[in-house]
């Protein structure tokens, strides 16, 4: 389901939250915010990905 190759089929997404993030915030900066936006209306399925890299020692 979450796999790129569905993503192609069908009108679904995957995207990282820190591209995501960003992407939002240059393109506002940039006043290109309203055509984003319309992109992500036409997707029925977003897939947010969250990860990190760092590990917290206890």
């Not at 915030?25 to 506002?28: H, K």
């Not at 990905?49 to 890299?53: A, P």
């Given at each position: 389901?979450?796999?790129p190759a569905s993503c192609a089929a069908?009108?679904?997404s995957i995207s990282a939250c820190?591209?995501?993030f960003a992407d939002l915030?240059?393109?506002?900066a940039e006043g290109r915010f309203a055509p984003l936006i319309a992109?992500?209306?036409r997707?029925?399925?977003l897939i947010l990905?969250?990860?990190?890299?760092s590990s917290t020692a206890s």
């Open positions: 389901m979450g796999s069908s009108r679904s820190p591209r995501l915030a240059q393109t506002r992109t992500l209306e997707v029925n399925l990905m969250v990860w990190t890299t």
